[in-house]
């Protein structure tokens, strides 16, 4: 079976460096305009010099079936058809790939609306009462926002309380981020912080290699019964576990560390005209958490006084953490 691009062999236990990249940015631009059809990121992907895992050209046809692919962000179909962790590495998150499936929907479907690309998630912010991350989710209107989802049936979730407008704390993030931008000295801060992270990423690639060493050295001592297979399964989900974490942060890490704020002289009109990627990246490097708590009451079109708190890294001490 030839390997799935973006992956470095057919068990996706490694992601393929050169294609990442590449993937990555085929999947913003699907996600960015509706009206960017398959056959225009292929067309896109050529001139770039991008090839297929075989060397081919990509076609339209390629270009849905890799969007199609949940293996992309590190899931599979379970067999009651839910989305679960596949237990390696993704080039993507998982709201990202199901925004490519809420696109594939909106272009099957003359009205439907088309998929959002949403700046904060994936960690970018958090629930201020339960501390889960927050999700995008459109209201019965069809307006894109952020919800803490509650506990479902498995017990994963959160406390279920807080929603938030997308665009109204997009807004709100976009707006003290350019202002941090504005403040002298920000941008050799900046350089700073992410040799630092270059380091973080070198660590976490260490790490996985560590990890996924145990994972062969536990298949080794079942191998040669050495060990039960209780203790086999105990230590194959506590890898596994580890493995999904560490590979989530490398994923941030990897985007902060890339990102680059060029020679942007007006900074407000590069935040109103870049890729939502570029946004994240910058956000990420100069935000630690976003914590979001509920509206004083229901319908509330504003921020409140501390509703949305920002926290804000401190650059030039930038860890390991």
Sequence with gaps: MPRLYGFDDASRRRLRDDEVDPLRQMVSRALVDLSVSNADIAVWANGEGYRGTLGGEWKDASVGRLFRNPAIAGLRYDDDGELVDAGHPGAI?????????????????????????????GGGCTCGKCTQDLGGARTNSGTPGYRCRPKGKSGHGGCGEVRIDAELLEDYVGENVVAELLKPGIRAQIAKAQAAVRQQVENLTQDIKDLEGRQSELGRLYGNREISSEALVAGEREIAANLKDIRSRLRYAEQMANFSLGHAKDLVKWWNSAPT????????????????????????????????????????????G
């Design 277 to 320: 990627a570029s946004k994240r990246a910058i956000t990420l490097l100069l935000l630690e958490k976003i914590e979001v708590f509920p509206a004083s009451a229901r319908g509330v079109r504003t921020i409140e006084p501390g509703r949305v708190v920002l926290h804000w890294r401190k650059l030039s001490g930038m860890s390991g």
């Design 93 to 121: 998150t998982r709201e990202e790939f199901e925004a490519l499936l809420e696109r594939e929907k909106a272009r099957s479907t003359k009205d439907a609306e088309p998929a959002y690309d949403y700046l904060l998630i």
